[in-house]
C-alpha cells in the first residue's frame, strides 16, 4: 500500500472524500507507525514519511470510513527522563473522532511486567498489545444537519438538567429496549417529551468523550459508570451507541443533539481536560503515554518518572505545553461546530488554570477561551475546585465563566437540616451570591445554583440518610464524601413512619422551592423530580445497574412531585422577578435592605429585619419581599420589564409559625401560589398585616398580580421605593 507525504494539519484522520489523511504530533519520536487493522485483526504496518514541526504525517488513497487505526511510536523509552515510548504498544490517535472497542487490562498494555513494577529501561515489557486495545476509527464527517440551530438560551432563562446518557433511559418502559441507555434513547420523543414537560431548557450531560472501564472495577465485577475517565477528547463514548462502533456513533450522536435542538432544548457536555485514564506511572499505555508522556503529561519536578497529580486520578494535563493547550482547544472546537453543542461544564476546571503551581486565572488556558471566536461564545460552566493546593476557587474564575456554586450547595443544605447561624448566608446564596461574584463585575448568572448533583446523595437520600451507605461499591463504605450536610428526619434510611415520609416530602419540595426561585442559574439531578433514590450511595461513579438508573415506574407520591417540580419550573419561566441578570441593590454581606425598594426582608412578625436579626444564631424563619416593578434590566426590545411582587415565607425551624404579611406599601392583595406543605393552596386572598401559617420546615410563595394599565399592584396606592 502506497503512503503519499500528507499535510501536518489537521491533526487526526481526515477524511476527504477520496482518501484520508494522517497527522499525530510527537517531538520525542524517531519513527512513527500507521497501523491499520482489519475485520480479523490483521496488521498492515505503514511509517508515515513526512515530518514538521513534530507532527508526523501521510496521506493514504482510496481509504475509506469505518478503518480502524492506531499508531506504534518509536523513540526513548527512559522513565526517569520523562520519556516512555515503547512500539509495542498499539496507541489511540488523541485525535480519533471514533473508537472501537475497550482494552480489557491484559498485561501488554503495560510496560511493565505485573510481579516486577520497575521503571528500569531494561526491564520494559514488550508484549504486544494489539489484541487488547481499543483502536482509532475513520469516521465519516458528513450529516445532514437540516435546518438545525443552536437554541442560545440566555443565562438567565436556563435551567439545566444534569443527566446520564445511559441511566436516563435504560429502564424508560416506553424506550424501544434496543435503544435504551444510548444516544438514540435520549433522542426518543418520550424522553424529550419528558424534558419539555418539566420545562428544562437544556441537558448537561456526564461525560460522553470516550472513557475508559477501570480494570480495577472490572475484576471486582463492577464498571466505570460516570465516566469521568476519558481517553478520547473528539470521539463520542461508544458504549452508548446503539447502532455500531465504526463511527456509527457519531451519526448517533449528532442526531441526538439534532432531536433535542429541535425541541429548543440545549446540549451541555460535561468534559474532563484535566487528566488521562492512563493513570499515573502504574498505568496502561494507551495513548498519550506512549506518543510523548513529557509533553502531555506534568511530571514531578526532579523526578520524570513520576506524575504531579492534583486531580486525584493518578495524572494531571500538562496545561503550558501548547499542544496539550491545542488538543483542548481544538477539541471543544470540534464538539461545537461539528457536534453542534452548546457548551460544556469543566470538571475539576483548577487544574486547568494550573499553568505551573498555582491556580491562576490569567494562565494561557483562559487567555485562549476567552480570545476563540468560537469557543468563547458558548456556555462555559467550571467546577471550581481540584484536589491541589489552593485548588477551591468558588468565585475566582474570569467574567466569561459560570460556576458550579459549591457554596450554595452546602448553605442551602445547612439551613433545611437545621444549622444554627445560616440565615444570612442563606440570603446571600438565594439572591446569586453576590459576595462572590460582583467583585469582577459578574452577574447572578455566574452561579449554577444546585442542591444536589452526580457527585452524592440524590434529593431523597438526602433527606432520607444522615451517612453514606457505599458497601456496594467495595471499598468498605471508606469512598465518597463524608460530611454530606444531609438530615434523615429522624430514621436512617426507608421507614414506614407516616410522619417521617411526609417530613421528607416536604423536605424534597422545599429544595426543589429554594433551587428554582432562587436568582442564578438552577441545575436538577436527573430523577430528582421524581424522587429517585440510590438507597444512601453517596458514590455511585462505579454503579452501572438499577442502583443509579432512572425508574420510571411511579408511585403517586413521585407523580405528585413531579409535578410540584413542573409547577415550580413553569413559575420561574412565567416571572422574571426570579431570573433577575443584576443583582439586587441590596446589602451584599446578606441580602439586607434595599434602596430602590427591588427586595425587602422581615421577620416572621413583621419587622424589618436589622443587623441582630441577621446575627441572631437561632433565627431559622424570614419573609423575602420581591418587587416586580423595580427590575433594572430592560427586556430584549429596550421597554421595563413589569412583573407581579411575591412574598417568600421560609420556615426552617420545627413549628409552625404565622408570618405577619407587609404593609399595603408593598402589596394589598396576595394569593397563594406554592406550600410546600400543602397538597393543594387554597384561593384565600390576604391582605396587608394579614398573618398567613407556614408550617414547620415549609416555603410558601405568595403573589400580588400588577395592574397592567397602572403598572402597580392591584388595589395598591403606593410601591415602596
Same mark, same amino acid.
Given at each position: 500500500?502506497?503512503?503519499?507525504?500528507?499535510?501536518? @494539519?489537521?491533526?487526526? +484522520?481526515?477524511?476527504?472524500?477520496?482518501?484520508?489523511?494522517?497527522?499525530?504530533?510527537?517531538?520525542?519520536?524517531?519513527?512513527?507507525?500507521?497501523?491499520?487493522?482489519?475485520?480479523?485483526?490483521?496488521?498492515?504496518?505503514?511509517?508515515?514519511?513526512?515530518?514538521?514541526?513534530?507532527?508526523?504525517?501521510?496521506?493514504?488513497?482510496?481509504?475509506?470510513?469505518?478503518?480502524?487505526?492506531?499508531?506504534?511510536?518509536?523513540?526513548?523509552?527512559?522513565?526517569?527522563?520523562?520519556?516512555?515510548?515503547?512500539?509495542?504498544?498499539?496507541?489511540?490517535?488523541?485525535?480519533?473522532?471514533?473508537?472501537?472497542?475497550?482494552?480489557?487490562?491484559?498485561?501488554?498494555?503495560?510496560?511493565?511486567?505485573?510481579?516486577?513494577?520497575?521503571?528500569?529501561?531494561?526491564?520494559?515489557?514488550?508484549?504486544?498489545?494489539?489484541?487488547?486495545?481499543?483502536?482509532?476509527?475513520?469516521?465519516?464527517?458528513?450529516?445532514?444537519?437540516?435546518?438545525?440551530?443552536?437554541?442560545?438560551?440566555?443565562?438567565?432563562?436556563?435551567?439545566?438538567?444534569?443527566?446520564?446518557?445511559?441511566?436516563?433511559?435504560?429502564?424508560?418502559?416506553?424506550?424501544?429496549?434496543?435503544?435504551?441507555?444510548?444516544?438514540?434513547?435520549?433522542?426518543?420523543?418520550?424522553?424529550?417529551?419528558?424534558?419539555?414537560?418539566?420545562?428544562?431548557?437544556?441537558?448537561?450531560?456526564?461525560?460522553?468523550?470516550?472513557?475508559?472501564?477501570?480494570?480495577?472495577?472490572?475484576?471486582?465485577?463492577?464498571?466505570?459508570?460516570?465516566?469521568?475517565?476519558?481517553?478520547?477528547?473528539?470521539?463520542?463514548?461508544?458504549? @452508548?451507541?446503539?447502532?455500531?462502533?465504526?463511527?456509527?456513533?457519531?451519526?448517533?450522536?449528532?442526531?441526538?443533539?439534532?432531536?433535542?435542538?429541535?425541541?429548543?432544548?440545549?446540549?451541555?457536555?460535561?468534559?474532563?481536560?484535566?487528566?488521562?485514564?492512563?493513570?499515573?506511572?502504574?498505568?496502561?499505555?494507551?495513548?498519550?503515554?506512549?506518543?510523548?508522556?513529557?509533553?502531555?503529561?506534568?511530571?514531578?519536578?526532579?523526578?520524570?518518572?513520576?506524575?504531579?497529580?492534583?486531580?486525584?486520578?493518578?495524572?494531571?494535563?500538562?496545561?503550558?505545553?501548547?499542544?496539550?493547550?491545542?488538543?483542548?482547544?481544538?477539541?471543544?472546537?470540534?464538539?461545537?461546530?461539528?457536534?453542534?453543542?452548546?457548551?460544556?461544564?469543566?470538571?475539576?476546571?483548577?487544574?486547568?488554570?494550573?499553568?505551573?503551581?498555582?491556580?491562576?486565572?490569567?494562565?494561557?488556558?483562559?487567555?485562549?477561551? $476567552?480570545?476563540?471566536?468560537?469557543?468563547?461564545?458558548?456556555?462555559?460552566?467550571?467546577?471550581?475546585?481540584?484536589?491541589?493546593?489552593?485548588?477551591?476557587? %468558588?468565585?475566582?474564575?474570569?467574567?466569561?465563566?459560570?460556576?458550579?456554586?459549591?457554596? @450554595?450547595?452546602?448553605?442551602?443544605?445547612?439551613?433545611?437540616?437545621?444549622?444554627?447561624?445560616?440565615?444570612?448566608?442563606?440570603?446571600?446564596?438565594?439572591?446569586?451570591?453576590?459576595?462572590?461574584?460582583?467583585?469582577?463585575?459578574?452577574?447572578?448568572?455566574?452561579?449554577?445554583? *444546585?442542591?444536589?448533583?452526580?457527585?452524592?446523595?440524590?434529593?431523597?437520600?438526602?433527606?432520607?440518610?444522615?451517612?453514606?451507605?457505599?458497601?456496594?461499591?467495595?471499598?468498605?463504605?471508606?469512598?465518597?464524601?463524608?460530611?454530606?450536610?444531609?438530615?434523615?428526619?429522624?430514621?436512617?434510611?426507608?421507614?414506614?413512619?407516616?410522619?417521617?415520609?411526609?417530613?421528607?416530602?416536604?423536605?424534597?419540595?422545599?429544595?426543589?422551592?429554594?433551587?428554582?426561585?432562587?436568582?442564578?442559574?438552577?441545575?436538577?439531578?436527573?430523577?430528582?423530580?421524581?424522587?429517585?433514590?440510590?438507597?444512601?450511595?453517596?458514590?455511585?461513579?462505579?454503579?452501572?445497574?438499577?442502583?443509579?438508573? %432512572?425508574?420510571?415506574?411511579?408511585?403517586?407520591? $413521585?407523580?405528585?412531585?413531579?409535578?410540584?417540580?413542573?409547577?415550580? %419550573?413553569?413559575?420561574?419561566?412565567?416571572?422574571?422577578?426570579?431570573?433577575?441578570?443584576?443583582?439586587?441593590?441590596?446589602?451584599?454581606?446578606?441580602?439586607?435592605?434595599?434602596?430602590?425598594?427591588?427586595?425587602?426582608? *422581615?421577620?416572621?412578625?413583621?419587622?424589618?429585619?436589622?443587623? +441582630?436579626?441577621?446575627?441572631?444564631? @437561632?433565627?431559622?424563619?424570614?419573609?423575602?419581599?420581591?418587587?416586580?416593578?423595580?427590575?433594572?434590566?430592560?427586556?430584549?426590545?429596550?421597554?421595563?420589564?413589569?412583573?407581579?411582587?411575591?412574598?417568600?415565607? *421560609?420556615?426552617?425551624?420545627?413549628?409552625?409559625?404565622?408570618?405577619?404579611?407587609?404593609?399595603?406599601?408593598?402589596?394589598?392583595?396576595?394569593?397563594?401560589?406554592?406550600?410546600?406543605? +400543602? $397538597?393543594?393552596?387554597?384561593?384565600?386572598? *390576604?391582605?396587608?398585616?394579614?398573618?398567613?401559617?407556614?408550617?414547620?420546615?415549609?416555603?410558601?410563595?405568595?403573589?400580588?398580580?400588577?395592574?397592567?394599565?397602572?403598572?402597580?399592584?392591584?388595589?395598591?396606592?403606593?410601591?415602596?421605593?
Amino acid at each position: 500500500m502506497e503512503i503519499w507525504p500528507g499535510k501536518s @494539519y489537521p491533526l487526526g +484522520a481526515t477524511y476527504d472524500g477520496t482518501g484520508v489523511n494522517f497527522a499525530v504530533f510527537s517531538e520525542v519520536a524517531t519513527r512513527v507507525e500507521l497501523c491499520l487493522v482489519d475485520d480479523d485483526g490483521a496488521e498492515t504496518r505503514l511509517d508515515l514519511p513526512e515530518v514538521d514541526g513534530f507532527v508526523w504525517h501521510g496521506y493514504l488513497n482510496g481509504l475509506q470510513p469505518g478503518q480502524r487505526y492506531g499508531y506504534r511510536v518509536h523513540g526513548p523509552y527512559e522513565p526517569a527522563a520523562g520519556h516512555r515510548c515503547n512500539p509495542s504498544k498499539l496507541l489511540l490517535d488523541p485525535y480519533a473522532k471514533a473508537i472501537d472497542g475497550m482494552a480489557d487490562g491484559d498485561q501488554s498494555l503495560f510496560s511493565y511486567d505485573f510481579d516486577d513494577p520497575s521503571d528500569e529501561p531494561e526491564k520494559a515489557n514488550t508484549q504486544d498489545s494489539r489484541a487488547h486495545t481499543m483502536y482509532s476509527v475513520v469516521i465519516n464527517p458528513f450529516f445532514d444537519w437540516g435546518q438545525d440551530r443552536h437554541p442560545r438560551h440566555e443565562y438567565h432563562d436556563t435551567v439545566i438538567y444534569e443527566a446520564h446518557v445511559k441511566g436516563l433511559t435504560e429502564l424508560h418502559p416506553e424506550v424501544p429496549e434496543e435503544i435504551r441507555g444510548t444516544y438514540a434513547g435520549m433522542a426518543h420523543p418520550v424522553t424529550i417529551q419528558h424534558l419539555k414537560d418539566l420545562g428544562v431548557t437544556a441537558v448537561e450531560l456526564m461525560p460522553v468523550h470516550q472513557f475508559v472501564d477501570d480494570f480495577t472495577l472490572r475484576d471486582k465485577g463492577l464498571h466505570n459508570y460516570w465516566g469521568y475517565n476519558t481517553i478520547g477528547f473528539l470521539a463520542p463514548h461508544n458504549g @452508548y451507541a446503539a447502532y455500531g462502533t465504526r463511527g456509527e456513533q457519531v451519526a448517533e450522536f449528532k442526531g441526538m443533539v439534532k432531536a433535542l435542538h429541535e425541541a429548543d432544548i440545549e446540549v451541555i457536555l460535561d468534559v474532563v481536560y484535566n487528566h488521562t485514564a492512563e493513570g499515573n506511572e502504574l498505568g496502561p499505555t494507551l495513548c498519550f503515554r506512549g506518543i510523548d508522556n513529557a509533553a502531555y503529561y506534568r511530571l514531578v519536578d526532579g523526578d520524570a518518572s513520576h506524575y504531579y497529580d492534583t486531580t486525584g486520578t493518578g495524572n494531571s494535563l500538562l496545561m503550558r505545553h501548547p499542544h496539550v493547550l491545542q488538543l483542548i482547544m481544538d477539541s471543544l472546537r470540534y464538539w461545537v461546530t461539528e457536534m453542534h453543542v452548546d457548551g460544556f461544564r469543566f470538571d475539576l476546571a483548577a487544574t486547568l488554570a494550573r499553568q505551573f503551581h498555582e491556580v491562576d486565572k490569567l494562565s494561557a488556558f483562559f487567555d485562549l477561551v $476567552q480570545q476563540d471566536p468560537v469557543v468563547s461564545q458558548v456556555k462555559l460552566i467550571a467546577e471550581p475546585w481540584d484536589v491541589g493546593d489552593g485548588g477551591y476557587q %468558588v468565585g475566582n474564575f474570569p467574567p466569561l465563566w459560570t460556576e458550579w456554586n459549591g457554596k @450554595y450547595r452546602d448553605t442551602v443544605r445547612d439551613f433545611w437540616r437545621g444549622e444554627p447561624a445560616t440565615l444570612g448566608e442563606f440570603a446571600s446564596r438565594i439572591t446569586g451570591s453576590s459576595d462572590l461574584y460582583e467583585h469582577n463585575s459578574r452577574k447572578p448568572i455566574a452561579s449554577i445554583n *444546585f442542591a444536589t448533583a452526580h457527585d452524592g446523595f440524590t434529593l431523597r437520600d438526602l433527606v432520607s440518610y444522615n451517612e453514606k451507605h457505599n458497601d456496594a461499591n467495595g471499598e468498605g463504605n471508606n469512598d465518597g464524601e463524608g460530611h454530606n450536610r444531609s438530615w434523615n428526619c429522624g430514621v436512617e434510611g426507608p421507614t414506614d413512619d407516616p410522619d417521617i415520609n411526609a417530613l421528607r416530602l416536604r423536605q424534597q419540595r422545599n429544595f426543589l422551592t429554594t433551587l428554582l426561585l432562587s436568582q442564578g442559574v438552577p441545575m436538577l439531578l436527573h430523577g430528582d423530580e421524581l424522587g429517585r433514590s440510590q438507597q444512601g450511595n453517596n458514590n455511585g461513579y462505579c454503579q452501572d445497574n438499577e442502583l443509579t438508573w %432512572v425508574d420510571w415506574e411511579l408511585d403517586e407520591e $413521585q407523580r405528585d412531585l413531579l409535578a410540584f417540580t413542573r409547577r415550580l %419550573v413553569q413559575l420561574r419561566a412565567e416571572h422574571p422577578v426570579f431570573r433577575r441578570r443584576r443583582f439586587f441593590a441590596g446589602s451584599a454581606d446578606h441580602g439586607g435592605e434595599s434602596e430602590v425598594g427591588d427586595i425587602a426582608w *422581615f421577620e416572621p412578625g413583621g419587622q424589618h429585619m436589622d443587623e +441582630a436579626s441577621w446575627s441572631n444564631g @437561632y433565627a431559622q424563619a424570614m419573609t423575602v419581599f420581591l418587587n416586580g416593578q423595580a427590575i433594572p434590566e430592560p427586556d430584549v426590545r429596550g421597554r421595563p420589564i413589569v412583573d407581579d411582587h411575591f412574598v417568600i415565607l *421560609f420556615n426552617g425551624s420545627d413549628e409552625q409559625i404565622a408570618f405577619t404579611l407587609p404593609d399595603a406599601d408593598y402589596g394589598d392583595r396576595w394569593t397563594t401560589e406554592i406550600d410546600t406543605a +400543602a $397538597q393543594e393552596v387554597d384561593d384565600t386572598v *390576604f391582605g396587608p398585616g394579614d398573618q398567613v401559617t407556614a408550617q414547620a420546615r415549609s416555603v410558601v410563595v405568595l403573589r400580588c398580580p400588577h395592574d397592567v394599565e397602572a403598572g402597580a399592584p392591584a388595589g395598591a396606592s403606593v410601591v415602596r421605593r
